[in-house]
């Protein structure tokens, strides 16, 4: 079983930064790509970001030049970095892990997801 766990949200004022951090754990071999998420009160789940084993990224319009994603294959974690927030960030963000490969017991292509975590950007 393959789980994901998503630090770093919290309260912060417009302008102002957080960083996002979700780890996945259990019998990975591999991970194709990881990714966050986002989903406001009243509205669907949308991309915010997402980078692939190889370190292509791919990014939302509404995140291009304020965020960053990263990622470290070795330990199975990816990042968020949030800079310049906006109140209309403010959602419940979801780590994704997508095309996933776990030896114990084998699975090939699954896609797991974080229980999210609250950003709140307001004054």
């Known amino acids: 079983q393959v789980q994901l766990v998503e630090s770093g949200g919290g309260l912060v004022q417009p302008g102002g930064s957080l960083r996002l951090s979700c780890a996945a754990s259990?019998?990975?071999?591999?991970?194709?790509?990881m990714g966050w998420y986002r989903q406001a009160q009243g509205k669907q789940r949308e991309l915010v970001a997402t980078?692939?084993?190889?370190?292509?990224?791919n990014y939302a319009d509404s995140a291009k030049g304020r965020f960053t994603i990263s990622r470290d294959n070795a330990k199975n974690t990816v990042s968020l970095q949030m800079n310049s927030l906006k109140p209309e960030d403010t959602a419940v963000y979801y780590c994704?892990?997508?095309?996933?490969?776990?030896?114990?017991?084998?699975?090939?292509?699954?896609?797991?997801w974080g229980e999210g975590t609250l950003v709140t950007v307001s004054s």
């Open positions: 994704n892990a997508n095309g996933v490969t776990t030896l114990q017991p084998f699975r090939y292509g699954m896609d797991y």
């Open positions: 980078i692939t084993s190889s370190g292509r990224t």
């Open positions: 259990g019998s990975i071999f591999s991970i194709n790509a």
